[in-house]
T-cell receptor, first 118, second 112 residues
Framework: AQKITQTQPGMFVQEKEAVTLDCTYD???????LFWYKQPSSGEMIFLIY??????QNATEGRYSLNFQKARKSANLVISASQLGDSAMYFC???????????????FGTGTLLAVQP | DTAVSQTPKYLVTQMGNDKSIKCEQN?????MYWYKQDSKKFLKIMFS???????INETVPNRFSPKSPDKAHLNLHINSLELGDSAVYFC???????????FGPGTRLTVT
C-alpha cells in the first residue's frame, strides 16, 4: 500500500531564510505523482507544486522547489526566502491512480506546521 | 470567480440529525472528490465520482451518501449524525487523467 511520511510535526524558520520540509513515500507503482499543499489557518487547501515520477528535473514554482530523490523515495519541499505569510500547515501527498487512470485519489501525510518568525 | 465552492462553510447540528453539504465546481472538470480532515488534521479520501459515476468509496459508513446530479456538482448527505462525524469536509475536483486537484474551502461540521 502507498504511504506518505512526514516526520516533522512542527518547524521554525527565521524570515528570509530557506527551510526544508521532509517527505518520504512508499509505493510499488512505477508511475506516481507527488504533491505539496499548503493549509493556512483560514483552512483552505492550496496546491503548491507537483513532481511526476518520470520527471527528469526537480519541480520549481517561484520560491518553492521540490527536492526529488527517487532512489531514497523522498520529495522534500524547499521554501526559499521565507515570508511571514508562509506560516501554515504543509501536506505532502501522493497520487494513486485507479481504474486505469480514470480517476485518482490523493494519499496525504500527517503534515508539518511551519512557523516563520520575524 | 470561485473554482470549487462548498455550502455551508460551517454546520453545527445535533446527534441523530440528517444534513447535507453541497459542492459545485465551475472548472469543467469531470472528476470530483470528498475528503475528510479529522481533528488531528489528517486528510483522507471518502469518495470519488467521474462523470457522475461513483469510482471510489473508501470504506465509509452507509450513513454517508454522495450524490452527483451532474458533472459540476457532488453533494454529500449524512444520515443519523454521530459525534465522530465532526470534522472538516473538503470537496475537490480535477480533470480526468490530470494530476492536480482543486480543493473547495471546506465545511466544518460540528456534531453536538
Amino acid at each position: 500500500a502507498q504511504k506518505i511520511t512526514q516526520t516533522q510535526p512542527g518547524m521554525f524558520v527565521q524570515e528570509k531564510e530557506a527551510v526544508t520540509l521532509d517527505c518520504t513515500y512508499d509505493t510499488s507503482d512505477p508511475s506516481y505523482g507527488l504533491f505539496w499543499y499548503k493549509q493556512p489557518s483560514s483552512g483552505e487547501m492550496i496546491f503548491l507544486i507537483y513532481q511526476g515520477s518520470y520527471d527528469q528535473q526537480n519541480a520549481t514554482e517561484g520560491r518553492y522547489s521540490l527536492n526529488f530523490q527517487k532512489a531514497r523515495k523522498s520529495a522534500n519541499l524547499v521554501i526559499s526566502a521565507s515570508q511571514l505569510g508562509d506560516s501554515a500547515m504543509y501536506f505532502c501527498a501522493m497520487r494513486e491512480l485507479n481504474y486505469g487512470g480514470a480517476t485518482n485519489k490523493l494519499i496525504f501525510g500527517t503534515g508539518t506546521l511551519l512557523a516563520v518568525q520575524p | 470567480d470561485t473554482a470549487v465552492s462548498q455550502t455551508p462553510k460551517y454546520l453545527v447540528t445535533q446527534m441523530g440529525n440528517d444534513k447535507s453539504i453541497k459542492c459545485e465546481q465551475n472548472l469543467g472538470h469531470d472528476t470530483m472528490y470528498w475528503y475528510k480532515q479529522d481533528s488531528k488534521k489528517f486528510l483522507k479520501i471518502m469518495f470519488s465520482y467521474n462523470n457522475k459515476e461513483l469510482i471510489i468509496n473508501e470504506t465509509v459508513p452507509n450513513r454517508f451518501s454522495p450524490k452527483s446530479p451532474d458533472k459540476a456538482h457532488l453533494n454529500l448527505h449524512i444520515n443519523s449524525l454521530e459525534l465522530g462525524d465532526s470534522a472538516v469536509y473538503f470537496c475537490a475536483s480535477s480533470r480526468q487523467e490530470s494530476y492536480e486537484q482543486y480543493f473547495g474551502p471546506g465545511t466544518r461540521l460540528t456534531v453536538t
